[in-house]
């Protein structure tokens, strides 16, 4: 077995964990417990469903996307993970435009929003698997315009759940912040390695 390499790397007969996630920042995470991994992608709707709470969202789609990829590796034990951003009951998940970057920021300009991340692990031929769900509470300043179209100008929000990276040139907007950084960034290594425990990996 080796650690992981990049995204869609094939399992090799007696992998033990995969990471069912295509987000650098998440394979970045999990190389910190010194864990060998591959990595799967799993590509499902990530579309809320009508009502679904942000925690029921990720903790749903988390567990999708471990099952999705355990199904064809059998053996090993699959980890899915989904974070959004959340105001209330209205979900940001990744912009597919700048547009639609500028609308999200706008809307987190000067205001507290709740981080969730969802992580689940599956094993397929032992039929088990835990899911839990982490929350984060962050407060920007306000924004101006010019904050707002110059971050997009970098291209970071484009692939980040709430177009921001908190580790990034965001960062600099926090004003207060409750809970943990890895929730944020989306993949919280404390419960990682709760779930990782009782399926007997670690």
Do not use: C
Not at 49 to 57: H, I, N, V
Not at 100 to 107: G, P, S
Not at 167 to 185: C, H, M, P, Y
């Amino acid at each position: 077995m080796v650690p992981a390499t990049g995204v869609n790397a094939v399992s090799e007969p007696g992998t033990q964990l995969i990471l069912a996630s295509a987000s650098p920042r998440r394979v970045q995470l999990l190389r910190a417990l010194g864990l060998s991994f591959e990595v799967i992608a799993a590509n499902v709707d990530e579309t809320p469903r009508a009502g679904e709470r942000p925690e029921a969202l990720v903790r749903r789609l988390a567990a999708q996307k471990a099952v999705k990829v355990a199904r064809t590796h059998v053996a090993a034990t699959v980890m899915g993970a989904d974070t959004v951003v959340a105001v209330g009951m209205e979900i940001f998940g990744k912009p597919g435009t700048a547009e639609q970057a500028r609308q999200i920021l706008t809307k987190l300009s000067g205001r507290t929003h709740q981080v969730v991340t969802g992580v689940a692990v599956w094993n397929e031929q032992q039929g088990r698997g835990f899911t839990t769900v982490a929350m984060a509470q962050v407060t920007f300043r306000a924004l101006s315009a010019l904050d707002i179209d110059g971050y997009i100008a970098t291209g970071e929000p484009m692939d980040k759940a709430g177009a921001y990276a908190i580790q990034g040139q965001a960062g600099k907007w926090v004003q207060s912040f409750a809970g943990n950084l890895e929730t944020v960034i989306g993949l919280p290594l404390d419960v990682v390695k709760r779930l990782l425990h009782r399926m007997g990996l670690v």
